[in-house]
């Protein structure tokens, strides 16, 4: 089971951090993603960490302003966002997958989380 949470309403320009926590014992066994969907539109790819934290990826539109991060020992994963913009309005979805690899297709991913909304006001 996860469980995002973090998010909330913040001016353009400001700082948020997500946090997902997983339940079970297992978690440095997934590789995990953050995934955001706005009003109408499709679930998106927003960044990918591999299972020991060594290998992180990022979509193109916030690369250089979020970071994702882990801690296998609190069954953790983090998304950093700075500078965010209105257009980072979404809901955050945090997901597992079972396989290492990178991928940024929901599809791919095995379990999600609730998601957290994360609303950027200009």
């Known amino acids: 089971q996860l469980q995002a949470s973090g998010g909330g309403l913040v001016q353009a320009g400001g700082s948020l951090r997500l946090s997902c926590a997983a339940s079970?014992?297992?978690?440095?066994?997934?590789?995990m993603g953050w995934f955001r969907q706005a009003p109408g539109k499709e679930r998106e790819f927003v960044a990918h960490i591999s299972r020991s934290g060594g290998t992180v990826s990022y979509a193109d539109s916030v690369k250089g302003r979020f970071t994702i991060s882990r801690d296998n020992a609190k069954n953790t994963v983090y998304l950093q966002m700075n500078d965010l913009k209105p257009e980072d309005t979404a809901v955050y979805y945090c997901a597992a997958r079972i396989k290492d690899s990178y991928r940024v297709y929901p599809t791919e991913y095995d379990y999600w989380g609730q998601g957290t909304q994360v609303t950027v006001s200009s």
């Open positions: 079970g014992r297992t978690f440095s066994s997934y590789a």
